[in-house]
């Protein structure tokens, strides 16, 4: 990430896509997790997709998201019918557990 606010360091942030993931998609997920980082003072953030099997979805996207901020770390799992919906999944998640975790 390029950008900061004013008087914060820039967060760390790791965005991977397993195979089988469209690679695509990681431009969608750091878009949605630098809207993250600009609302909270994140130290790092971590973000993985990869396939899952779900019988219901066929083409079913796991992402796993952690987040370090003030020395807590706030971990969320999402699943979701294709990357971008389990990315969204897992960003409001986050954002539930960083509301939460508020040092």
Known sequence: MTTSLPGRPVPTVHVE???GVDPAFLDYA???TRALCARYPID???VRM???RHPA???AVRT???AVWAGRTVRTRAVGRCARDA???AVDGLDHGLRTARP
């Open 17 to 19: 896509a397993a195979s």
């Open 30 to 32: 750091l878009e949605r």
């Open 44 to 46: 790092s953030l971590d």
């Open 50 to 52: 990869s396939r899952t």
């Open 57 to 59: 979805m066929p083409a």
């Open 64 to 66: 796993d998201v952690t």
């Open 87 to 89: 990315v969204e999944a």
